[in-house]
């Protein structure tokens, strides 16, 4: 399967404790976006990377969350002292920089966090 | 105000129906727009883009009119397997390209 890859795919953790989520994107999509998304709700944007640069944060994106891609392959998601809000749809998706082109942003299966 | 709004539906339509969906959107410096497709508790898939003249694939056309803001999806002849929430999705119109997601819009096929 080529498509963009999500670990793990369920979370339930204690309020307080940290969880990291990866993301694998589909090879040579230099473009990673995570996003989040709560029941009812569309996806919301929380962070972008082109290759292993960050390149821009959403201010739902709080001091509790930081993100990397370190070799500007695969990336993770961490969030330190996890509150009941944080419970929601972690999306991880990926696209190709086509300049004029039209870019489509391909999703993984996403990570469902609970936060009891 | 949200920057993308949809009518959250549901809608209920028979099998062979054609039905309507409609989002506006708030921000003018949009140039991409998409019709995603997300069924219960999966990740969002792309249905088709939207193009400014208008474009068609298959049971589904997508219209835009970029001076209304306005994203329209019509499904005609409907399937069961239709059944699903459909997310209009624009961007920001800025170098990284980040979407910008409606609330999505319910459709229930019945037989």
């Known amino acids: 399967d080529t498509g963009v890859s999500q670990n793990p795919r369920h979370k339930i953790t204690k309020r307080g404790q940290n969880v990291t989520f990866r993301c694998d994107p589909i090879s040579e999509h230099n473009r990673l976006y995570w996003y989040r998304q709560t029941l009812g709700q569309g996806p919301e944007f929380l962070t972008y990377f082109q290759n292993e640069a960050q390149l821009e944060k959403s201010r739902l994106l709080s001091d509790r969350f930081s993100a990397e891609r370190p070799k500007g392959s695969f990336s993770t998601l961490e969030i330190q002292r996890t509150e009941q809000g944080d419970s929601a749809m972690y999306l991880c998706?990926?696209?190709?920089?086509?300049?004029?082109?039209?870019?489509?942003?391909?999703f993984g299966p996403g990570t469902r966090l609970l936060v009891l | 105000r949200k920057e993308v709004e949809q009518d959250p539906g549901p809608f209920n339509v028979p099998e062979g129906a054609t039905v309507a969906f409609n989002c506006t959107y708030s921000?003018?410096?949009?140039?991409?727009f998409f019709w995603y497709r997300q069924d219960c508790r999966k990740e969002p898939k792309l249905l088709m883009s939207v193009y400014s003249s208008g474009n068609e694939d298959g049971r589904f056309t997508a219209q835009l009119n970029r001076a209304s803001q306005y994203i329209s999806l019509l499904i005609r002849d409907s399937k069961l397997s239709d059944s699903a929430t459909y997310l209009c999705?624009?961007?920001?119109?800025?170098?990284?390209?980040?979407?910008?997601f409606g609330g999505g819009t319910r459709l229930m096929v019945k037989p």
């Open positions: 921000n003018s410096a949009s140039q991409s």
């Open positions: 998706a990926s696209s190709p920089r086509l300049a004029g082109v039209q870019e489509t942003q391909y």
């Open positions: 999705v624009v961007n920001r119109g800025n170098a990284g390209n980040m979407l910008t």
